[in-house]
């Protein structure tokens, strides 16, 4: 158990449907990130907190929605996604420093 | 903005045969660098970082990386390569963010296949 949990870890969705992505930490940790990692691509980042406060928005586009509630759980709601977003989305967390503690993911396929 | 260079794709070398991963980087200011390595199906994990004094900087796993600014690389090397080394490895430089994180940026990663 990596400290970081994501949940579903695998999910199949169709261009039409509405999903979230779940990813908790209990390592007191301030800052929660989301990264998209697709094949032969660098780790994308996403979206960034710092103690609940979205404070970096990578021009995602509005179909991803961020959520985090408090410093322990962030979300990622889905709705009419593409098939080129099928990925793996990672979920990390910090304490300020890079030394990132990361998720093992959720694989998602959009059909 | 900051950028990470792995130029290597695919590396493959023999259990017990030295390695080294090859990382340059760009970034304006004293980097902040990592490497981490991801197994199949699982997250990355974090090998070792460079923050600032010694340039040689030991993890785990008995890997090492070396700083140098003249080249502006990072690379990541191993003595002697275990088969349970085989994942993809991934450098990393850190850039601060919303003034008190680091936001890192990856490079494309390196898959390392160990031969028996």
């Known amino acids: 158990e990596t400290g970081v949990t994501q949940t579903p870890r695998h999910l199949v969705m169709g261009m039409t449907n509405k999903k979230s992505l779940k990813c908790e930490q209990h390592?007191?940790?301030?800052?929660m990130y989301w990264y998209k990692q697709s094949a032969k691509k660098p780790l994308e980042l996403m979206f960034v907190?710092?103690?609940?406060?979205?404070?970096e928005n990578n021009s995602v586009p509005s179909r991803f929605s961020p959520e985090c509630p408090n410093s322990s759980h962030l979300f990622l709601h889905l709705h009419t996604l593409q098939p080129e977003d099928s990925a793996l989305y990672l979920c990390?967390?910090?304490?300020?420093?890079?030394?990132?503690?990361f998720g093992s993911g959720t694989r998602l396929t959009v059909v | 903005a900051q950028s990470v260079t792995q130029p290597d794709i695919h590396i493959t070398v023999s259990e017990g045969a030295s390695l080294e991963l090859r990382c340059n980087y760009s970034?304006?200011?004293?980097?902040?660098l990592f490497w981490y390595v991801q197994s199949p199906g699982q997250g990355l994990q974090l090998l070792l970082k460079y923050f600032s004094g010694d340039t040689l900087v030991q993890g785990i796993k008995g890997f090492e990386a070396e700083f140098k600014r003249s080249q502006s690389s990072f690379n990541l090397r191993k003595p002697s390569v275990h088969w349970s080394d085989a994942a993809e490895y991934f450098c990393a430089v850190g850039e601060l963010s919303g003034g008190s994180n680091y936001k890192l940026t990856f490079g494309k990663g390196t898959l390392l296949t160990v031969n028996p």
């Open positions: 970034y304006g200011a004293t980097p902040y």
């Open positions: 390592l007191g940790h301030n800052a």
């Open positions: 907190y710092n103690f609940k406060e979205q404070t």
């Open positions: 990390a967390s910090s304490q300020g420093t890079g030394l990132y503690t």
